[in-house]
């Protein structure tokens, strides 16, 4: 154990102050365990915000990433990395979609799924593409991808927005063909299979139906972001899948590399031709680093279970929650547990930021996110022991906040 550690600033006076952290700083983890730097242990029920899906220091994963950095751990995309292959092709298994392009984070795949929907526009004569975004959307913070985003706090600052975006509500499938009526610009819909940042708001999967005939009838893309709800955290490789859809574009980074950066775009047959030399490209992206990271991630999930295990240890934790929060749910203090498998959200009647604080005291870490939702994103090796604990430690801070005065 290292030394205790006196005392940790609010503040890093060299470190931009883009986050407010906690006073918190992390020193070493095993499966769903981290401990911080002072020696204190906490159950990990946020894994990095969605990344870790094997958890920490993995027993297959940690000697295979030792072996790859010891041969190499980066070339350059001048030459083929043998791996870039090997995961792709396993992509496209899962997905039923075509070719991939590999970068290395979340929003660089959104980016690159833009600039696929617009040269998909181009290509067919439309000279000012325009694209289909969601409310409480989050797709990023590049100027093109916070202009995506349905968030104003993510935007506020950053004017003028990149345009060709036309936004409408979840859901709503009316409401989207008012917004598109007559246009005949509109190249794509994007948007999240269940939305991580903007509350852990799930689309139904009705609307996925009816979403994809209007995408076929209308020659449009659908564009489904899996950065944070794909690669197994819901119980399917992505979520999209539960209502039997494939979409023609697919960005996906988070969990891919269980920690290592890897962000990749999975393309169906109508995207997959788009780019061409020269059209895109990146110095990082499918880095052999990388590439072994996403290989091996995907070989342990499908060694172990993992999909399976997601869904029944989810629908444990979510039933456990339920239990604990039942009266709070009659009273409508809590408003909602949403969300599938391990990717769940808490909805509170008020503001709940503080949670993340008291639950590190109480040695669990969460994050809340769009002010007043708990959000659950564990690895998916949790074990249905750690989800009780998840439960039994976070739902009596929940209720005692509820019943402080406003
Ligand atoms: C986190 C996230 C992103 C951005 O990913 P970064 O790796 O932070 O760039 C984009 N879309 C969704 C749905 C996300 O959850």
Redesign the pocket.
């Known amino acids: 154990m290292n030394a205790p550690h006196p005392f940790i600033e609010a503040a890093s006076p060299h470190v931009m102050n883009t986050y407010g952290r906690l006073p918190i700083a992390m020193s070493h983890g095993q499966g769903c365990r981290v401990w911080d730097v002072n020696g204190k242990v906490y159950l990990d029920a946020l894994g990095g915000?969605?990344v870790n899906t094997l958890g920490h220091n993995h027993p297959k994963l940690v000697p295979a990433l030792q072996d790859q950095i010891s041969k190499i751990i980066h070339s350059c995309n001048y030459y083929h990395v043998p791996n870039q292959e090997a995961l792709a092709k396993k992509l496209v298994e899962l997905s039923g979609m075509s070719n991939v392009f590999f970068c290395s984070?979340?929003?660089?795949a959104?980016e690159a799924a833009l600039k696929l929907a617009r040269k998909y526009g181009h290509d067919k004569g439309i000279e000012r593409p325009e694209i289909v975004v969601y409310e409480k959307a989050?797709?990023?913070?590049s100027i093109a991808?916070l202009s995506a985003t349905g968030n104003p706090k993510v935007q506020a600052g950053f004017g003028p927005l990149v345009e060709g975006f036309i936004r409408v509500p979840i859901n709503n499938i009316e409401a989207l063909k008012a917004a598109t009526e007559g246009n005949p610009n509109v190249v794509a819909v994007f948007f999240?299979a269940i939305q991580?940042?903007g509350g852990i708001n799930p689309m139904h999967l009705d609307y996925l139906r009816d979403l994809r005939k209007l995408c076929d009838e209308r020659d449009w893309l659908m564009m489904i972001?899996e950065?944070?709800?794909g690669m197994g955290r819901t119980g399917k490789w992505f979520a999209h899948q539960w209502a039997g859809i494939v979409p023609d574009v697919m960005?996906l980074?988070?969990g891919l590399g269980s920690g290592v950066p890897v962000?990749a775009v999975v393309a169906g047959p109508k995207a997959a031709q788009i780019f061409q030399p020269g059209n895109h490209g990146t110095t990082f992206g499918g880095n052999p680093l990388a590439m072994r990271a996403g290989v091996e991630t995907i070989r342990i999930m499908e060694e172990d279970g993992l999909l399976a295990h997601a869904a029944a240890v989810g629908a444990h934790l979510k039933a456990g929650l339920e239990t604990a929060l039942a009266a709070e749910l009659a009273a409508g203090t809590v408003k909602e547990i949403r969300g599938q498998g391990l990717m769940l959200g808490i909805d509170l009647a008020k503001p709940c930021g503080v949670l993340t604080q008291r639950a590190a005291d109480a040695g669990l870490l969460i994050s809340v996110t769009a002010d007043s939702v708990v959000r659950l994103v564990p690895p998916l090796i949790l074990s249905r022991a750690e989800a009780d604990e998840i439960v039994a430690r976070l739902c009596p801070l929940i209720s005692a906040l509820l019943k402080e005065a406003p």
Do not use: M, S
């Not at 984070?105 to 660089?108: M, P, R, S």
């Not at 989050?138 to 913070?141: K, L, N």
């Open positions: 915000i969605a984070t979340g929003l660089e959104n989050f797709h990023g913070r991808t999240e991580g940042e972001d950065v944070q709800c960005p980074a988070k962000g």
